[in-house]
């Protein structure tokens, strides 16, 4: 067994068993240590690619895994994350027909169906050698990761019914954007030279103020100004 060329699965592996660990504490209602791990998944999902480019060691396999590992980490983790808050903010309603509120929780079932689409897409397209085209999964899941801390904190004092409404809207909005063929720059730097990194730059300031003055809601915020600075440069490109 070479080793050396295990490194990077060994890591994706890693990533899977992030993803199960933020499933089963996101299923107990504990979002900020489902949070964590879906980021720690992140890392690992980082750290593979990276690991299997300098080892040298990329191969069908473990392209594979990785995508089976990312459906976890971030399809089904934030799909449970998302499900928990609706259900539990619709139960605070009192509906005319018992199922209704039932109905804005299976806009859950949208964000696994749209990252395995995204997912098995990004593994057939070659125009996503360097750049990306629909929002990358991991990104999305730390949108709704992060989003539904800070709306768990503060959701329940909101409107329930507006809440609900605009939450299952845009969990659908979202997750349709995963498989749009918007173009989203990639987070890779080749150099540290700022001509050709501008929005790689720009966007590494922006989070760090988010986070510094917003902490949680941050990370939602980061992921916001991408998907906007990627629309611009869409734009302006188009120009």
Known sequence: MNIRK?????????????????????????????LAAVLTAG??????????RWLNACSSIGKDLDSLSDIVSFGLAPAIMIYRFIDGLQQSVEWSYP??????ALSALVVPVCSALRLAKFNNDERQAVSFIGLPVPAHAFLWT????WLTMSGYALPAVPTLVTVAVCVVATSLLMVSEVP????KIKSLAWKGNEKRYILLCLSVVFILFFRVLGI????????????INKKNKSE
């Open 146 to 149: 992060s989003l539904v801390c």
């Open 6 to 34: 295990n490194i990077p699965n060994a890591l994706t592996c890693c990533n899977l068993i992030a993803g199960c660990c933020a499933c089963w504490l996101a299923f107990n209602g504990n979002c900020y240590g489902a």
């Open 220 to 231: 939602a915020l980061t992921i916001v100004s991408y998907i906007l600075l990627a629309i």
């Open 43 to 52: 890392l690992f999902d980082f750290a593979d690619g990276l690991a299997a």
């Open 99 to 104: 199922l209704a509120g039932q109905f804005f």
């Open 184 to 187: 989203m720059f990639s987070l």
